[in-house]
């Protein structure tokens, strides 16, 4: 009988270990049912950054229970709204090729660009705007009441959508980027979340100019935040993040925080 009774214990939280990712909470593996969309406001000011105030928008579609598709972008002001950009724009899916167990792994793929438009740029400006390409994989494991996953991306980059070849005087950046993510739910209410993402440039020189070394630069970045859940389907949160960069080269070698830091609230919504 205590066999049994442990099997079924162990069964129901297992159960509520898989259904923990699809509560629209943070959940870094969160992954919407299928016919369901979602969407994640967010509004970030920073103590010391030239922009001081962006507002981002996530919004999703559950293709499947196992494959989704989402669509980011942001705005900014600067200078008490004298001065407005588009920031950037993109496209991403990912499709779940594991999920046993409260174990998750999901391939992962993007495109976007930025910026898309400013004051002082035209639209696409063919100067100064940006676009990349990622690949890559995110997973973990999902129990009752925490979550603990990663993520490798490789991204291109480069000042055409297509430049494959990359002629000489315009070739891409290529940078990869390594992710840890967590949460820990204390109720149906209350959850706390953390990340910590290092992007690292594979390049030894910048756009293949030769002395502009970017070997061994790159940046940590880290976030914390606390989610409040209204209901399964709605959650309103507060977060603050940091920088710590490295520009490599053979003048400046060492790292150093980004002055100030980022703070603001998201809200999320299933429907």
């Known amino acids: 009988m205590k066999k049994i009774a442990l099997t079924s ?12 990712a699809n509560v629209i909470d943070g959940n870094p593996l969160y992954m919407p049912e299928e016919n ?25 579609y559950g293709i499947t229970d196992k ?4 669509l980011n972008t942001s705005v900014s002001e600067n200078n008490s709204f004298d001065n407005m950009a588009w920031n950037d724009f993109g496209l991403a899916t990912a499709y779940r090729v594991l999920d046993m167990d409260g ?3 999901d391939l992962v793929g993007a495109y976007s ?15 100064d705007t ?14 009752n009441d925490w979550t603990l996953a990663g993520h490798a991306y490789f991204n291109y980059a480069n000042s055409e959508s297509f430049n494959w070849n990359e002629d000489k005087g315009n070739e891409g950046i ?18 706390v979340l953390g990340t910590v993402e290092y992007t690292g440039f594979m390049d030894k020189e910048w756009f293949g100019i030769p002395g502009a070394k970017v070997k061994n630069a790159g940046s940590w970045d880290a976030e914390l935040g606390v989610n409040y859940n209204i209901d399964s389907t709605t959650f309103v949160g507060a977060y603050v993040n940091g920088s710590l960069n490295h520009q490599g080269g053979d ?12 703070f603001g609230a998201k809200f999320g919504v299933e429907f």
């Open 9 to 20: 214990l162990l069964a129901v939280f297992t159960a509520s270990g898989a259904m923990a």
């Open 36 to 60: 369901h969309f979602y969407s994640v406001t967010n509004v970030e000011s920073h103590t010391k950054n030239a922009t001081p105030w962006s507002l981002g928008e996530e919004f999703g």
């Open 67 to 70: 494959w989704a598709v989402r």
């Open 103 to 105: 174990w998750k792994l």
């Open 113 to 127: 660009l930025d910026p898309v438009w400013d004051d002082h740029r035209p639209f696409l400006d063919e100067d």
């Open 130 to 143: 940006w676009y990349t390409w990622t690949a890559g994989v995110r997973g973990g494991y999902v129990a």
């Open 174 to 191: 290529h940078a990869l980027v390594l992710g840890l993510d967590g949460q820990y739910v204390f109720d149906s209410n209350w959850s």
């Open 251 to 262: 003048n400046a070698d060492e790292w150093e925080w980004d002055e100030g830091f980022g």
